[in-house]
């Protein structure tokens, strides 16, 4: 099997750190290309910046140039802040690469909701609908992710919503259509910037809300349950930032008279372990962070009480990686035709 020369644009946050941690294990890769946003004026060796690389890697950091970028490699991971994976990615498509972006750049089908989520209009609504770009949870889009020239990698919170959500809504076991949902993660999700509410005196010893049915992860969950599901679901959700680097748990609560066993058969029926190699299930209980961090895993765990007529469910997966750098090394795996747990394990 030939080896795969792949570049990292946004080297220098923590997804683009943890891309080269893992890449650098994969046994059908080869990095070839590391830039960051920042406007450096010369390169600089990776051990410099990541004193962790240091004799495993000699590749340089340098500032992003789209045309070293092009010639450098054959599938590129784009690990951009939001706004900019859409004006470089068209560039990348013309010269025959292959891209997995870490943003929100193309999640949404609609272009008409990127103003209220994002921000800003989208400069290509055209790639959007494209069946070149493929929505990137793997567990649902295997096949559609084989053929794509651009995988729009899912936010973390929607990663764990989704994979616990869904099967649940395939099978018509939520009863009136509503998702309440309590999300937890680490810092490290709001990435490597500097920023007042990031602040050690801010977060440690606390536990701070934010975004509280405004967060942009939400279109991409409700679109995909639309998707996948054909259900049209209200969902409440409530993101909270926790005083650890890295781990994300959502634990949703949806009203169901179905039972324990019924809701577990509904689990290992998606993910037996041959087809779902990330997916562990534990009827009964629910997940702790400890069990996924540094792991490409996610756990999915639940326990139902009858008499309230309500299931909570808890999925709990690390944000850097089954939630971002993981995941997107996971559907580059399914784009070649690699084994897809390879260099996650």
């Known amino acids: 099997m030939s080896t795969l020369r792949v570049a990292i644009a946004g080297a220098t946050g923590y997804t683009g750190e943890e891309l080269i941690r893992l890449l650098l294990n994969h046994p059908h890769v080869r990095l070839t290309y590391l830039a960051a946003s920042a406007k450096w ?25 789209p045309a070293r970028l092009i010639e450098s490699c054959d599938a590129a991971f784009l690990a951009l802040p939001h706004g900019a994976a859409m004006e470089l990615a068209p560039k990348l498509l013309q010269a025959g690469k292959r891209i997995i972006d870490l943003s929100g750049d193309f999640r ?17 609504p055209e790639l959007l609908t494209s069946k070149r770009v493929v929505y990137g949870l793997t567990e ?8 794509a020239d651009l995988v729009a990698n899912p936010g973390c919170y929607a990663t764990s919503i989704l994979l616990a959500a869904l099967p649940l809504f395939q099978q018509k076991l939520v009863e009136d259509g509503r998702l309440l949902v309590d999300a937890k993660s680490g810092l490290s999700g709001a990435g490597r910037k500097a920023e007042t509410s990031l602040l050690f005196a801010e977060t440690a010893e606390n536990l701070r809300p934010y ?12 679109q995909e349950i639309q998707r996948v599901a054909g259900a049209t679901p209200k969902m409440g959700f409530t993101p909270q930032v926790i005083p650890i680097v890295r781990g994300l748990m959502s634990n949703l609560y949806v009203k169901t008279s179905a039972g324990a066993d019924r ?14 190699p990330f997916i562990r299930i534990r009827p009964g ?8 961090i540094e792991t490409n895993y996610c ?47």
């Open 285 to 292: 209980s629910l997940p702790q962070l400890r069990d996924v």
């Open 211 to 222: 975004k509280v049915n405004s967060h942009q992860h939400m279109p991409e969950v409700l």
């Open 108 to 124: 949404l089908g609609n272009p008409s909701l990127y103003p209220r989520w994002y921000q800003f209009t989208h400069a290509h």
């Open 41 to 65: 004026d010369r390169p600089v060796p990776v051990s410099q910046v990541y004193p962790r690389f240091a004799r495993k890697l000699d590749v340089s950091l340098e500032a992003l140039d």
């Open 140 to 147: 649902y889009h295997r096949d559609q992710i084989k053929a």
């Open 299 to 345: 756990d999915i765990g639940f326990v139902h009480d009858p008499d309230l007529g309500y299931a909570t469910i808890g999925s709990a997966l690390d944000n850097l990686t089954k939630g971002a750098a993981g995941q997107a090394i996971q559907n580059l795996n399914v784009m070649y035709g690699f084994p897809e747990t390879a260099g996650l394990l």
């Open 263 to 276: 809701i577990a058969a509904a689990y290992v029926a998606r993910y037996p372990a041959a087809q779902a």
